[in-house]
Structures are given as structure tokens and as C-alpha cells.
């Protein structure tokens, strides 16, 4: 297995798991009475739904390419388009994290947990792209890469 497959599986895996440890949570959160801990669940359950939902997709677009044969050119496109989308989702993220405070200025503990449960979605989102993106290119170098020199960004 190449680095660039190995990365790009660690990414999946890495969200899968995130995505299951959200859902698993949320689900937790349910079965409580606070208005604000439901709402936080429900909040936890939609978006480890979303990156679970990612994550296989990924993976299988992934398996695909393996079996027909990756080339060494498109795994290192891959790699530039990943560290793209992970560095464009960070700057939803910091948009995801802006609303949730927001919604966490309302009365309604519901609004208030919802809001909370976005923020921390956001944070742990926006800490997972900008650390993959960086390790993008560390990657891309241990595997011999050149299409990540210091001129392509």
C-alpha cells in the first residue's frame, strides 16, 4: 500500500470513527430529560451521520481506484485536492462554530443546546481538517512526492 492510499484510508477511518463516537453520544443524550442535552444529542446523531456518510464514501471512491490500478500521478492529485477540501471545510468549520455560539445566546435551552452541539461539531471538525491538511504534505514528502514543493503550496 502506497502512503497516499495509507493516508487517505487513516483520513476515512479516522471520521468513521469520529462519526460512530458522535452518533453513539447523541444517542446517549436522548434518553435524558434536559431540554439542552437532547437537543446537543440530536445535533451529535445528524452530523456523525453526515461524516459517517463521508468517510464510506471516501473509502469506496478509495477501493475503486485501487483496483483498477492508482497511478502515482493521480494519488498525488488526490492529495492536492484533498489538503484543498480540508482547508476550505476548516473555514466552514470556523462558520459552523460562529453559529452554534450564536444559537447558544438564546433563551430556549433547546436553541441553547443545538447551538452547542453545532460549536462542538465545528471545533472538532475544524481541528481535524487543519491537522490532516498539514499532515497532507508530510505525507506527500515521506512518500517521494514532488507535486507538493514549496512553489505549489
Given amino acids: 500500500?502506497?502512503?497516499?492510499?495509507?493516508?487517505?484510508?487513516?483520513?476515512?477511518?479516522?471520521?468513521?470513527?469520529?462519526?460512530?463516537?458522535?452518533?453513539?453520544?447523541?444517542a446517549l443524550l436522548q434518553a435524558t430529560r434536559s431540554p439542552f442535552w437532547r437537543a446537543f444529542g440530536q445535533q451529535a446523531i445528524g452530523w456523525g451521520a453526515i461524516d459517517?456518510?463521508?468517510a464510506?464514501?471516501?473509502?469506496r471512491g478509495l477501493e475503486k481506484k485501487v483496483q483498477r490500478g492508482y497511478l502515482p500521478a493521480e494519488a498525488a492529485s488526490d492529495l492536492r485536492n484533498?489538503?484543498?477540501i480540508l482547508w476550505l471545510n476548516a473555514g466552514l468549520d470556523v462558520l459552523y462554530m460562529a453559529g452554534g455560539l450564536a444559537l447558544m445566546r438564546r433563551e430556549d435551552a433547546a436553541q441553547r443546546g443545538h447551538?452547542?452541539?453545532?460549536?462542538?461539531?465545528?471545533?472538532?471538525?475544524?481541528?481535524?481538517?487543519v491537522i490532516h491538511a498539514l499532515l497532507v504534505k508530510e505525507n506527500a514528502s515521506r512518500s517521494g512526492n514532488t507535486a507538493f514543493d514549496s512553489n505549489r503550496g
Fill in 1 to 26: 500500500m502506497t502512503h497516499s492510499e495509507q493516508f487517505q484510508r487513516s483520513v476515512s477511518n479516522r471520521l468513521l470513527l469520529w462519526s460512530v463516537l458522535s452518533m453513539a453520544g447523541g
Fill in 52 to 54: 459517517a456518510a463521508l
Fill in 82 to 84: 484533498l489538503r484543498r
Fill in 56 to 59: 464510506l464514501f471516501g473509502r
Fill in 115 to 129: 447551538g452547542a452541539g453545532i460549536a462542538f461539531q465545528g471545533l472538532f471538525l475544524f481541528k481535524f481538517d
